[in-house]
């Protein structure tokens, strides 16, 4: 029920995608044409349509049958291998091949997965030297399961003002909660929250280095957001969404 959902309201990007997370990760991966590249959980093939329209060749993978079949549907060429394979499973994601992939993308995923260990290995072991790896989440600072959107209207001297703001009540304990992730979503997922901390420390551990991060909100400008509080053109000191690079640690 979820994935075709999904890929209605998603289709070939909201604004959420093409305003904050698109630009962010092109930016930081670089897509080049002939270059074999990795988009991991990919759902209905998004970014996976758009690595391939740089040039390369793409292996695509998501854990959900039916949101790789929707991805095989909006895909007219051959140029992205699409696959099932889950991304806590670290057989699986091994065999994906060693030294196979100058890059690699985890597209607002991450907080989707119970374990991200597995994942952080493998692509350790796929990527080939001088290879990179691009994340984007949603931000465990101000964008974790627990926040509450708040407005407060004030009375400035006779000119009324509307101030929103996030009240975070949990962030240090990592924890598990269900919710939506978009507004009419048919059945609540679970997110799985990291500190950011903690997210960074399982990155490291698996031999990464952290050489670019980006945070990134609406502008004030931008007024796209019909719901009460969404985060567009309302929150704009707030970033909810995080995306960062990833390279091999290299031993001296």
């Known amino acids: 029920m979820n994935a075709r959902f999904w890929d209605e309201r998603m289709a070939e990007g909201n604004d959420f995608f093409i305003s904050l997370i698109w630009p962010s990760v092109e930016k930081l991966l670089r897509p ?4 074999k590249l990795l988009d991991i959980a990919c759902g209905n093939g998004l970014t996976s349509r758009r690595l391939a329209s740089a040039g390369a060749a793409v292996v695509a993978f998501d854990f959900s049958e039916e949101m790789i079949r929707v991805a095989k549907t909006r895909t ?3 140029q992205i291998d699409y696959r099932v394979v889950d991304a806590t499973d670290a ?3 091994h065999a994906l091949g060693p030294r196979t992939f100058e890059g690699a ?4 995923a991450l907080m989707d997965m119970s374990d991200i ?11 080939k030297p001088g290879g990179r790896f691009v994340f984007s989440l949603c931000h465990p ?22 101030t929103y703001s996030v009240k975070v009540s949990r962030y240090l304990t990592p924890y598990t909660q269900v919710g939506l992730a978009m507004h009419g979503q048919p059945v609540p997922h679970p997110y799985f929250h990291r500190p950011l901390g903690l997210l960074l420390q399982e990155m490291f551990d698996a031999g990464f280095v952290l050489d670019a991060l980006e ?11 019909s719901a009460p509080f969404s985060w567009s053109g309302r929150f704009s000191e707030i970033p909810p969404v995080l995306v960062g690079r990833l390279s091999p640690r290299t031993i001296a």
């Open 32 to 35: 080049l044409p002939g270059e």
């Open 76 to 78: 007219s060429d051959g």
């Open 91 to 93: 057989q699986a994601l």
């Open 105 to 108: 993308l985890c597209n607002m």
């Open 117 to 127: 260990r597995p994942l952080m290995n493998a692509v350790a072991s796929v990527l």
């Open 141 to 162: 600072c101000f964008n974790n399961p627990s926040i509450v959107q708040m407005g407060e209207l004030e009375d400035r001297e006779g000119e009324l003002v509307t």
């Open 215 to 225: 945070e990134r909100a609406f502008s004030p400008e931008n007024s796209g957001g």
